[in-house]
């Protein structure tokens, strides 16, 4: 491999510009991340997007915000425009937990030191270019600004805010995958038309005075939202204002939304159709180092590259459409999936690099098990309205077939310097039952879940039902809890057939949307049952543009307007959250008048019998034999490991 020189990475100062002999920018990019120069780090991709459209583009990563701004000011001005991002995470998800404590670590920091990137870095660093540089027009973009671009609730600071464009001061916002909308954005500028004039490009959102007349295109219809000022008087026309953002995000052929803000209107205009396989795999085919920038070197490692070092993004999307997940937000609910070709391209760079010991540890994406799923008929998918294609059930339209994936996999397990590929990414179990992915071939689904429990994990399997009891799963759009036992006995099958002795890890939420005490207990006595004991589980966090999230706020299911209740309190919270840990000293009081109280001693003799520890011994250690025995220690698992047995002590003689 050849050795990395500096100018193969974006300029971040002024001596790497000279180096390049450039007199002046066309571009300059802020971003809240450290610069990593990879495809799975969304400043490095708009840079290099940027740099293939011909532009001269600088970065400057986690500038300080605690000083005299120099580094707002060290590049100078660019001939076309800032470009300010929050960074790869929302920066309140970065800085807090779902209790609202400051994290003691930032993932996309060398040594994941904290105080790098301040809370609303987007609007922050926006505000000071536009103080700056009132005449340079500002660009925001990334999952941020994505995900902030209308009236949204803010749990960090628990409140109602309008869209980021006027908290940031910002003068356009592009929301989503970046590519298509800045490569339009680029041809006009290019062309000498005012960055002022771009009103009409797709997924872009722009602010204009109240009286201004909307921009004209002939192919657009118009839907109007509730304004700001209603939202923040009333939560129901808040959560009603949802169902329409979140059908029109995910709709190929959109409406342009229109929402007054204040004395100004926010013009969210229709997003581009999926992207093709050319269009990804040019993104993904441009010239990364793949690395972080030198300047990082005595810093230590970046936390978040070395979890992705050596590994592949597949595709982008997700149709699965969760309430408590943003992905379909950001990334959209059909699927754009890279070539065979493009993938194994990049598996050779990464095989050659300096470092590399063999192991691919991720070969996967939103959802590990959705490369090139598309609907059969193309036309159905333009006029669906429905924000997920397996929710309630999976849509007759899609196919789901997984022999793409399996021939993937088998041509990447080829390449002759990879000893083993690992699927990092979660997987969707409910696709793999029959009983749920009714239309799909049951050989089919079970040769792709063999080629992944005998060639692509180690020791353990991620999954996630998130849930056991119905109407919370229903609310989450995720199936019954019934499908994971079904999945969970085609895993034991093969697991005992090919005697690996793996070890099937699902993860669960606490605290969502729609879920009482019961629920939690019921959920906690039915995961014991099947021999599991839960040592960590996520709490719902409250992010913008779910409907989780919107419920959360306003008690109102945004597609519905019923009123839903959420445990919002931190002694709800906490009472859920025990329920995990009934088999902890400290929570057996508590959980046995909790049930005695609701009159749920059924699952009361589940959780804590009479017999106390003989009773659980026996069942847990007959219910887990087959799936513990042997199985690979976890480091980071939500589930404690086998029962070890206490050795007995030799006797020894006394020493005299």
Same mark, same amino acid.
């Given at each position: 491999?050849?050795?990395?020189?500096?100018?193969?990475? $974006?300029?971040?100062?002024?001596?790497?510009?000279?180096?390049?002999?450039?007199?002046?920018?066309?571009?300059?990019?802020?971003?809240?991340?450290?610069?990593?120069?990879?495809?799975?780090?969304?400043?490095?991709?708009?840079?290099?997007?940027?740099?293939?459209?011909?532009?001269?583009?600088?970065?400057?990563?986690?500038?300080?915000?605690?000083?005299?701004?120099?580094?707002?000011?060290?590049?100078?001005?660019?001939?076309?425009?800032?470009?300010?991002?929050?960074?790869?995470?929302?920066?309140?998800?970065?800085?807090?937990?779902?209790?609202?404590?400051?994290?003691?670590?930032? !993932? *996309?920091?060398?040594?994941?030191?904290?105080?790098?990137?301040?809370?609303?870095?987007?609007?922050?660093?926006?505000?000071?270019?536009?103080?700056?540089?009132?005449?340079?027009?500002?660009?925001?973009?990334?999952?941020?600004?994505?995900?902030?671009?209308?009236?949204? *609730?803010?749990?960090?600071?628990?409140?109602?805010?309008?869209?980021?464009?006027?908290?940031?001061?910002?003068?356009?916002?592009?929301?989503?995958?970046?590519?298509?909308?800045?490569?339009?954005?680029?041809? $006009?500028?290019?062309?000498?038309?005012?960055?002022?004039?771009?009103?009409?490009?797709?997924?872009?959102?722009?602010?204009?005075?109240?009286?201004?007349?909307?921009?004209?295109?002939?192919?657009?219809?118009?839907?109007?939202?509730?304004?700001?000022?209603?939202?923040?008087? %009333?939560?129901? =026309?808040?959560?009603?204002?949802?169902?329409?953002?979140?059908?029109?995000?995910?709709?190929?052929?959109?409406?342009?939304?229109?929402?007054?803000?204040?004395?100004?209107?926010?013009?969210?205009?229709?997003?581009?159709?999926?992207?093709?396989?050319?269009?990804?795999? !040019?993104?993904?085919?441009?010239?990364?180092?793949?690395?972080?920038?030198?300047?990082?070197?005595?810093?230590?490692?970046?936390?978040?590259?070395?979890?992705? #070092?050596?590994?592949?993004?597949?595709?982008?999307?997700?149709?699965?459409?969760?309430?408590?997940?943003?992905?379909?937000?950001?990334?959209?609910?059909?699927?754009?999936?890279?070539?065979?070709?493009?993938?194994?391209?990049?598996? %050779?760079?990464?095989?050659?690099?300096?470092?590399?010991?063999?192991?691919?540890?991720?070969?996967?994406?939103?959802?590990?098990?959705?490369?090139?799923?598309?609907?059969?008929?193309?036309?159905?998918?333009?006029?669906?309205?429905?924000?997920?294609?397996?929710?309630?059930?999976?849509?007759?339209?899609?196919?789901?077939?997984?022999?793409?994936?399996?021939?993937?996999?088998?041509?990447?397990?080829?390449?002759? #310097?990879?000893?083993?590929?690992?699927?990092?990414?979660?997987?969707?179990?409910?696709?793999?039952?029959?009983?749920?992915?009714?239309?799909?071939?049951?050989?089919?689904?079970?040769?792709?879940?063999?080629?992944?429990?005998?060639?692509?994990?180690?020791?353990?399997?991620?999954?996630?039902?998130?849930?056991?009891?119905?109407?919370?799963?229903?609310?989450?759009?995720?199936?019954?809890?019934?499908?994971?036992?079904?999945?969970?006995?085609?895993?034991?099958?093969?697991?005992?057939?090919?005697?690996?002795?793996?070890?099937?890890?699902?993860?669960?939420?606490?605290?969502?949307?729609?879920?009482?005490?019961?629920?939690?207990?019921?959920? !906690?006595?039915?995961?014991?049952?099947?021999?599991?004991?839960?040592?960590?589980?996520?709490?719902?966090?409250?992010?913008?543009?779910?409907?989780?999230?919107?419920?959360?706020?306003?008690?109102?299911?945004?597609?519905?307007?019923?009123?839903?209740?959420?445990?919002?309190?931190?002694?709800? #919270?906490?009472?859920?959250?025990?329920?995990?840990?009934?088999?902890?000293?400290?929570?057996?009081?508590?959980?046995?008048?909790? $049930?005695?109280?609701?009159?749920?001693?059924?699952?009361?003799?589940?959780? $804590?019998?009479?017999?106390?520890?003989?009773?659980?011994?026996?069942?847990?250690?007959? !219910?887990?034999?087959?799936?513990?025995?042997?199985?690979?220690?976890?480091?980071?698992?939500?589930?404690? =490991?086998?029962?070890?047995?206490?050795?007995?002590?030799?006797?020894?003689?006394?020493?005299?």
């Amino acid at each position: 491999m050849k050795t990395n020189k500096l100018t193969d990475w $974006l300029p971040t100062t002024k001596k790497e510009i000279k180096i390049r002999g450039w007199e002046e920018l066309d571009v300059i990019l802020f971003s809240g991340d450290a610069y990593v120069d990879h495809p799975s780090f969304g400043p490095a991709v708009i840079g290099r997007i940027l740099e293939s459209y011909g532009l001269k583009v600088a970065i400057v990563p986690q500038p300080s915000v605690n000083d005299n701004l120099q580094d707002f000011t060290k590049l100078g001005i660019p001939k076309l425009f800032f470009a300010v991002t929050g960074g790869c995470m929302d920066p309140m998800v970065s800085n807090y937990t779902a209790s609202k404590r400051r994290r003691d670590k930032d !993932a *996309y920091t060398p040594n994941g030191d904290i105080g790098f990137r301040p809370d609303y870095a987007t609007s922050v660093y926006s505000n000071i270019l536009k103080e700056k540089f009132p005449n340079v027009p500002v660009l925001i973009g990334g999952i941020e600004a994505s995900l902030r671009r209308v009236t949204h *609730y803010d749990y960090w600071s628990d409140k109602l805010m309008p869209t980021i464009l006027e908290t940031s001061k910002a003068d356009m916002l592009v929301y989503g995958m970046g590519e298509q909308p800045l490569r339009e954005i680029v041809e $006009l500028l290019q062309k000498g038309v005012p960055f002022s004039s771009l009103k009409t490009i797709k997924q872009t959102a722009v602010l204009l005075e109240r009286e201004e007349a909307l921009p004209k295109n002939k192919n657009w219809e118009d839907v109007e939202i509730q304004s700001h000022e209603v939202c923040l008087k %009333d939560k129901k =026309k808040f959560a009603s204002n949802f169902k329409v953002i979140e059908q029109e995000s995910n709709k190929l052929r959109a409406k342009r939304i229109i929402q007054g803000v204040n004395k100004k209107k926010l013009v969210i205009n229709p997003p581009f159709p999926t992207m093709l396989e050319a269009e990804i795999d !040019a993104s993904f085919d441009l010239p990364y180092t793949r690395l972080p920038h030198p300047k990082y070197n005595k810093r230590g490692p970046i936390p978040a590259f070395e979890m992705i #070092k050596f590994s592949i993004n597949i595709h982008r999307g997700c149709f699965g459409g969760c309430s408590f997940c943003t992905i379909s937000a950001h990334q959209g609910k059909f699927i754009a999936s890279r070539s065979q070709e493009s993938v194994l391209k990049e598996v %050779d760079k990464v095989a050659n690099m300096p470092d590399f010991k063999g192991y691919l540890s991720d070969i996967g994406g939103p959802s590990a098990n959705m490369y090139k799923m598309k609907g059969k008929v193309q036309s159905i998918c333009d006029k669906c309205v429905a924000p997920s294609c397996i929710s309630p059930v999976i849509c007759s339209n899609l196919d789901t077939s997984h022999k793409p994936l399996t021939q993937l996999y088998q041509a990447v397990d080829k390449h002759p #310097k990879v000893k083993k590929s690992f699927i990092g990414s979660g997987i969707r179990h409910d696709m793999l039952v029959p009983e749920f992915n009714k239309n799909a071939d049951p050989k089919e689904l079970d040769d792709y879940t063999e080629e992944v429990m005998t060639k692509h994990i180690s020791g353990r399997l991620k999954v996630a039902p998130e849930h056991t009891s119905d109407p919370v799963l229903k609310l989450m759009r995720k199936p019954s809890f019934k499908y994971f036992h079904k999945f969970k006995e085609r895993f034991d099958r093969i697991n005992i057939k090919k005697d690996l002795k793996l070890q099937l890890i699902p993860y669960f939420i606490s605290n969502h949307p729609a879920c009482e005490v019961e629920d939690m207990a019921n959920l !906690a006595a039915e995961t014991k049952d099947m021999g599991f004991q839960l040592e960590q589980v996520q709490g719902f966090t409250p992010t913008p543009m779910t409907v989780a999230t919107v419920i959360y706020y306003s008690g109102y299911h945004p597609y519905t307007l019923k009123p839903t209740k959420t445990p919002k309190s931190k002694r709800e #919270k906490e009472e859920q959250h025990r329920f995990f840990f009934w088999y902890k000293k400290e929570n057996k009081d508590w959980i046995r008048k909790t $049930l005695n109280k609701v009159g749920r001693q059924d699952l009361l003799n589940v959780l $804590l019998p009479e017999t106390k520890e003989k009773a659980w011994k026996s069942v847990n250690l007959k !219910a887990v034999k087959n799936t513990f025995d042997d199985a690979v220690p976890a480091t980071d698992s939500n589930f404690s =490991k086998k029962p070890r047995r206490k050795k007995k002590r030799k006797l020894r003689p006394k020493r005299r």
